[in-house]
């Protein structure tokens, strides 16, 4: 575990999984800590797929694949490249077992940066091989709800750097999604009340680009946390029926197929490619706002 601190902050990140595992500030835990009773993770990274393909097989080039939800990099052990009294870096790269999973070269390094309140997260994808790369990456950080008490519904609110005509669309079955219902996100006061009935169908997901910050605001409509991306997909999410002390979000390059998908792994809704030697480089930024 590497810690990096400054005098309004302090994070811990994991080399398993590069996995970012504490924020600790003004005296408090604000990363959720993987309470297996509810959800057992942290933040992890989704890599090289986000959320599920259909029945856990996908297709290159005809061939059938079997990949489980979110993909293989949350589950492998990374090396550290780099580290300084602000940033830590690691890396994954493709191996004989990340092979008979998924058919490509690939160097992945994540990185974790502070600055004052803010964590930058740092993703590079690398395709190191002779053909085209398609992947999708994604973040799924977790984070205590603020003044949280198990016996009242309350558990404060989400804002958007938006207020009108936001739309999500659900998960429909075997963790894949329905992109074909949109459903209206309604706001009271240009805010999401957030309760203990707000994910019972699971996460809700915002695609196109809709917005491109979300603030986690306590039950006095103060901010508490906010993220910063530029990603074109963002999922909200709480354990459904388990009125869980936390919630996601969750900022993605990439999503589950839809439903009852079988076309090929290049083809899925949202993917990313890269071709040799070509590099992607994504972010996002979780700020402790109180």
């Known amino acids: ?14 080399s398993h999984g590069a996995e970012l595992c504490s924020i600790f500030s003004n005296g408090k835990e604000y990363l959720w800590q993987a309470d297996p009773a509810y959800w057992k993770r942290h933040s992890p990274v989704l890599f090289p797929i986000v959320g599920s393909v259909w029945e856990n097989e996908y297709r290159n080039e005809g061939q059938k694949y079997v990949l489980t939800q979110h993909g293989f990099a949350r589950d492998m052990d990374f090396a550290l490249i780099s580290e300084s009294s602000n940033e830590v870096r690691y890396r994954l790269t493709d191996s004989e077992e990340t092979r008979a999973k998924y058919p490509f070269p690939f160097c992945l390094e994540i990185g974790y940066r502070i600055d004052g309140k803010k964590i930058e997260v740092l993703w590079e994808v690398r395709n190191t ?3 085209i790369l398609h992947f999708q990456i994604g973040a799924h950080p977790a984070f205590y709800y603020p003044d949280f008490e198990p016996e009242t519904t309350n558990r404060g609110y989400f804002g958007f750097d938006k207020t009108e005509e936001l739309n999500y669309i659900l998960i429909s079955e075997k963790g894949c999604a329905d992109p074909n219902k949109k459903y209206a996100l309604v706001l009271t006061d ?8 707000t994910f019972d169908k ?3 997901i915002m695609e196109d680009s809709q917005v491109k910050e979300v603030t986690l605001y306590n039950k006095e409509k103060k ?3 906010s993220l910063y991306f530029d990603t074109p997909l963002v999922g909200l999410w709480s354990p459904p029926a388990k009125n869980a002390p936390f919630v996601c979000i969750e900022p993605w390059y990439g999503r589950g197929d839809r439903a009852y998908y079988t076309g090929e792994y290049k083809d899925k809704d949202w993917m990313q490619h890269l071709a040799p030697g070509e590099v992607f480089n994504g972010s996002y930024v979780i700020e402790v706002r109180e």
């Open 190 to 197: 240009g805010l999401l009340p957030l309760d203990t009935h």
């Open 202 to 204: 699971d996460a809700l």
């Open 129 to 131: 091989g002779k053909g």
């Open 1 to 14: 575990m590497k810690t990096l601190s400054n005098s309004q902050l302090t994070i811990q990140v994991s």
């Open 223 to 225: 901010p508490y946390l």
